[in-house]
């Protein structure tokens, strides 16, 4: 199936799992939030397919609780969905807005739909990924508030993206990276800058193969995508649990990008695949991105450096693995 934006793909057969998730971070208070809505078809002869809402925050101010997480499971039923609308339980996610609650959280935010749309997965290799990704909404401007255990963050200004993704499993490795607050080394900001990249090893005929790496964005008022089959495994690529360093080239250009996530404003959540199999997920909405900018220069027969970009404490970072890391709690 080709990619689509916010519509949804599951047809109502089993073996298939879907995600639509929007991350943002005050840029204030510097609170960090990730909001989910999946929804999980299992394979023939297990569970009855379900929905969740899940909610999360990374909280970086010395005295708050560094990690909050809420998640509720409702049958499927609770699920409707009418063109670029989504409604589950007490929650609603639509080109405009995004509302909703859960225990000791509620939110309510509004935003005018983003003018970049970026797909991660190249034509030629539709067939054979097993996660799908788009990026309906890739850039921006959240106003609104959201509560957390009773507190009220008033959201001005605040930068983020929406994406959609799904398929039949998760990824054996991956890192995911967002961002599109930059500013650059002077700390002017950098509106209509946005990099949204994926990394996955995943398992063919027994072993396993990658990482592939994927990265979209805008840099310099034009579109980056490097996406090709042959760019995603040419794309040099390491990650761990709280970074990740990472090249891409597309065209002309190339970028050099290194992520930071703090250890403890990592929250570890379980995810399943449609068979059951468990996935481990580490995720923070408060990393530190940086951004070199680099363009061929012909006449030396190499790459000149154009421009640096840096994110502290406002890029969307998010780990996993087959095995829980022993010494970060899974809060769901």
Excluded: K
Excluded at 135 to 146: E, F, K, N, R, S
Excluded at 222 to 246: C, K, T, Y
Excluded at 282 to 298: D, G, I, M, P, S
Aim: charge should be neutral; aromatic fraction near 8%; include cysteine.
């Amino acid at each position: 199936m080709a990619p689509a934006g916010n519509e949804l793909v599951w047809d109502g057969r089993p073996g298939h799992y879907e995600v639509y998730y929007l991350t943002l971070t005050d840029p204030r208070a510097g609170v960090g939030c990730w909001i989910r809505y999946t929804l999980l078809s299992p394979l023939a002869g297990g569970d009855a397919p379900s929905a969740a809402l899940w909610f999360l925050a990374m909280d970086p101010r010395p005295r708050a609780t560094p990690v909050f997480a809420r998640r509720s499971t409702y049958p499927i039923e609770a699920l409707t969905h009418a063109g670029d609308e989504l409604a589950l339980g007490p929650a609603r996610l639509d080109a405009r807005s995004a509302t909703g609650e859960l225990p000791g959280c509620a939110w309510e935010l509004r935003y005018e739909p983003s003018a970049l749309r970026y797909e991660h997965i190249h034509p030629l290799l539709r067939r054979v990924a097993d996660t799908q990704l788009v990026l309906p909404q890739a850039d921006l401007t959240i106003d609104g508030w959201v509560t957390i255990s009773g507190e009220r963050l008033e959201l001005r200004g605040a930068r983020g993206g929406q994406a959609h993704l799904w398929g039949g499993a998760h990824a054996r490795r991956w890192a995911w990276v967002h961002c599109n607050d930059f500013r650059d080394l002077d700390g002017t900001p950098q509106p209509g800058s946005v990099l949204d990249a994926v990394s996955a090893v995943v398992r063919r005929a027994g072993r396993e193969v990658g990482p592939n790496t994927p990265v979209v964005g805008r840099f310099e008022g034009e579109d980056f995508v490097s996406r090709s089959p042959i760019r995603v495994l040419a794309n040099d690529s390491r990650f761990a649990l709280s970074g990740w360093s990472f090249t891409a080239t597309a065209g002309s250009r190339r970028l050099i990008a290194e992520v930071d996530a703090p250890r403890r404003l990592i929250a570890g959540v379980t995810y399943h695949d449609p068979d059951g199999e468990p996935a481990y997920c580490y995720n923070t909405e408060t990393a530190t991105l940086r951004v070199q900018v680099l363009h061929r220069a012909r006449r030396v027969g190499g790459w000149m450096h154009r421009a640096t970009l840096l994110a502290e404490g406002r890029a969307h970072f998010e780990y996993g693995q087959r095995e829980p890391v022993r010494d970060v709690e899974l809060l769901l």
